[in-house]
């Protein structure tokens, strides 16, 4: 019997389509992969090439102080979500490192790269994936946001990514993404609350999606209410899960004042500056003017678009979010504005196919010279975004961090000289603390502007801070607490026995009295019934810097400025290492010591490279 096969053309077609766009998926994954390739390669490259700001130093310390062993929210002063806080805490844990926070950042705002480009790819193809992942990646403040100790950039970077899965989910009507939408939309904001309008527009993508699927003729079936209602407590619920269960881990009640309640409070502080928000995003748009034109034209063709074609209108409504967001931040800063780019950007990808696609259509239908202007323009306005790129970038190859000025250097090291490695300091430089290897009082963790204009930090809580933990040197040489604490500053003056006008103009406060001692070597050594030696410390930062800690208490009152010497000798009575010095390099004078106060004095010590391990005695006097 003879047999016969029937042949389904339209089958055959549908297999080649899927074959050429397996093909092009594997190779914008390859491309893609290349891309997030150079941008580590370019953050690695410049990872000291950038400014060091005001915040990354506070997230600097703050990650010393949780490694410590400080708890959030009820030791420690933190107005950041947690899962920021554990990616503080968890990289200086493991590698203690300024560089492994940072690259922790950059992992973040890589999710969102991958997102842009993802979503970019799917509305346009090949081309406007790549150029909206290039765009991001290497855009200004993107670029420096993703290696900087900052959370902004980064929980941008996670958001966007939430939006991506929203978007598979409505491609490929599968809940599995919605769910991971969700999930990660909730990790966005565990970083921080910077993309909360997008409770407003992923679930308008699922009334969107669900109506379109079931609706008929115009009407809502019940079947259609009910799948909406299913997938949008189905999100939801995957946003406040995982919130619910961090929060159920700290304190709740204090986590909230302090990430919420103070950002709400902060707002009333700064209400003033809102007026400034629209010159900040005019500015930025015109930082961005050639993605920017780029969108417009990719908002026209959308708009040209079938409804039953436009499947662009999230993004679309994604910047428009973002600008109404940002319009009414309080305070907003250049920080926050990179909360544009990711929409910014996949539309400036689409307006680059559009544009290209226009023009053929114009060359196709015999228009050679409009075809020929369409090309021209794609073409120099891509080249206008590459050179805005290369503009930002190139200045990090001449550009060397410095996290402090010259000024600064001079009291890092002073600072190091006459503390010990467990001392505290006082300042609203956190950086300069961060950089001296010192710790301050946990309350003081954040010292910011925000804090301190919102009351949140006062006067008063200083006071408690430094009684409590007897910090030997206040530096306000931000002048933040200066401006806004001045009882405070007064109160240093009366109770510091030794005042620096550091840099000619700037106060530092040094050498608070100590009204009991906790020491390593207590002892009672008398000099001549004027000052007692009641115990001393020995402490030690590595094999080649010791620390030397006298208590100096007070008997009678001194009428000469010593110098107190402090000689480790060997077993031959040689003085292999002299520590002589005058109290804080003279600027606590013994004759301005009081009846009673115990003074506690440090001084660091050196150790050369050809002292042999062995057993050395230590001598000290005035």
Known sequence: MDKCTTIDPDDGQMKQKRHIHKQNTTLFVGLMAAILLVS??????????????????????????????????????????PLFVWSLEYPWRIWQSVEALQLTMTIYSFLGVIAVGYVAYRLGGFLPGAIAAILLSFGPTYLDGSRAIMTEVPSIGVAALSVAFAAQY???????????????????????????????????????????????????KAET??????????????????????????????????????????????????????????????????????????????????????GRWFV?????????????????????????????????????????????????????IAGFAGYSVAVLLVAGCVGNLWLAIAPYRQVTAQTLSTEEQILLAYIQKFTAPTDCIISDNPSLIFYSGRLTPPELSEVSSARLRSGYLTADMLIRAD?????????????????????FIEWAKQNYRGLWLYNGQTEVFLAK?????????????????????????????????AYVTLYWKVLHPLQHDYTVFVHVRDADNQTRINGDHQPYDGRVPTSQWRVGDIIKDTIQLHIPSDVPVGTYKIFTGM
Not at 43 to 54: D, I, K, T
Not at 55 to 66: K, N, P, S, V
Not at 536 to 544: N, R, V
């Open 467 to 487: 009684e409590d933990f007897n910090c030997q040197i206040i530096a306000p040489v931000a002048r933040r607490l200066k401006r806004s604490t001045p009882d």
């Open 513 to 545: 009295p100590l009204t009991a001692v906790e020491t390593q070597h207590p002892l009672t050594a008398n000099f001549d019934n004027q000052v007692q030696l009641v115990g001393y410390d020995l402490t030690s930062s590595d094999k080649s810097v």
């Open 40 to 81: 580590l390669l370019a953050r690695v490259v410049f990872l000291h090439s950038f400014p060091w700001g005001y915040d990354e130093g506070i997230h600097a310390l703050l990650a010393r102080l949780l490694a410590t062993g400080f708890k959030p929210y009820s030791e420690l002063f933190v107005s950041y979500p």
């Open 316 to 368: 679309i409504l994604w910047l428009g979010l973002a600008i109404i967001f940002a319009l009414i931040q309080v305070p907003l800063r250049p920080k926050h504005l990179p909360l544009l780019l990711p929409p910014l950007t996949i539309l400036a990808g689409l307006g680059v196919s559009d544009t290209i696609h226009w023009a053929s259509r114009l060359k196709t239908s015999g228009h050679r």
């Open 170 to 220: 409505v491609w490929s009507n599968q809940r599995k993404w919605l769910a991971l939408s969700g999930i990660v939309f909730s990790a966005s904001l565990m970083l921080k609350i910077l993309s909360p309008f997008l409770v407003g527009l992923i679930p308008l993508m699922i009334v969107a999606h669900r109506w379109r699927e079931h609706s008929n003729g115009g009407r809502i």
């Open 225 to 310: 209410i009910k799948a909406m209602a299913i997938d949008a407590l189905l999100w939801g619920g995957l946003v406040l899960m995982p919130v619910i269960l961090v929060g159920l881990m700290y304190d709740v009640r204090e986590m909230y004042r302090q990430v919420i309640q103070f950002r709400i409070d902060t707002r009333a502080a700064f209400a003033d500056d809102r007026m400034e928000n629209m010159g900040m995003l005019l500015s930025f748009f015109g930082e961005n003017s050639f993605q920017t034109i780029l969108a417009l034209l990719a908002v026209v063709g959308t708009a040209k678009r079938k409804a039953s074609d436009n």
